[in-house]
C-alpha cells in the first residue's frame, strides 16, 4: 500500500507540474510534507544534495524521498511515477510538435506559461530561505548568507562561472563563516 501511495504521489506530481524540477518543489514539498515521509527541513537537505547530484532534481528528490520512506523499492517507484507522465506527455508532444507548433493558440499558451515557472521557483526559493531561517531578523548571520547568494548570482550571471565551482566556492565560504 505504501509503495502505491508513493507511486501514485510522483505521478501525480510529474502530471501537474511543468517548467522544469526547480518549478515542481513547491509541489514535492507540499505532498511529501502532507503525507508525513519528511518534515520541511528534511526535504530542504534532500534538494540540497538532489541538485547538486547528476540528473534531474525532481527525480533525484523523489529518489532520496522514496528511499528513506521505504528502502530500495521505494525509491524505484518514485522515480518511476516522476518519470512516466514526462516520458507519456514528450512522446505525444513529439508526436504532433511541428505541427502544433504553427498553431497560434499552443504559442500562446506556451508563452503565458513563461511567468509562472519563474514565478515558481523563486516561491521555492524564498520558502525554503525562510524555512531555513536565512531570511529572517537582519544580523550578522542573516547578511552573511545573503551576501553568498549575491556574490554567487554575480558568479553566474555576470562573471559566468560554471556551478559547479560557484557551488564549491560558496560551501566553501560556509566552512570559513559558520565553522
Not at 39 to 68: C, H, K, R, W
Not at 123 to 147: D, E, K, P, Q
Amino acid at each position: 500500500m505504501l509503495l502505491w501511495e508513493i507511486f501514485t504521489t510522483f505521478l501525480m506530481i510529474g502530471f501537474v507540474s511543468f517548467g522544469g524540477g526547480y518549478a515542481m518543489i513547491p509541489v514535492i514539498e507540499l505532498e511529501v510534507t502532507k503525507h508525513g515521509w519528511m518534515n520541511t527541513q528534511e526535504l530542504t537537505d534532500v534538494i540540497a544534495i538532489a541538485g547538486m547530484s547528476p540528473g534531474p532534481i525532481a527525480t533525484n528528490s523523489a529518489i532520496f524521498v522514496g528511499y528513506q520512506t521505504a528502502d530500495l523499492l521505494g525509491a524505484v517507484v518514485a522515480a518511476l511515477g516522476m518519470m512516466l507522465p514526462s516520458l507519456f506527455i514528450i512522446l505525444i508532444i513529439a508526436t504532433f510538435f511541428f505541427k502544433m507548433n504553427k498553431n497560434i493558440f499552443v504559442k500562446s499558451a506556451f508563452y503565458g506559461l513563461r511567468p509562472i515557472i519563474t514565478g515558481l521557483i523563486i516561491y521555492a526559493a524564498i520558502r525554503f530561505a525562510i524555512t531555513n531561517n536565512v531570511v529572517g531578523t537582519m544580523n550578522w548571520h542573516t547578511a552573511s548568507l545573503l551576501g553568498i547568494f549575491a556574490l554567487s548570482l554575480f558568479a553566474l550571471i555576470k562573471i559566468k562561472l560554471h556551478p559547479i565551482f560557484v557551488i564549491a566556492i560558496s560551501a566553501g565560504l560556509g566552512i570559513v563563516l559558520y565553522y
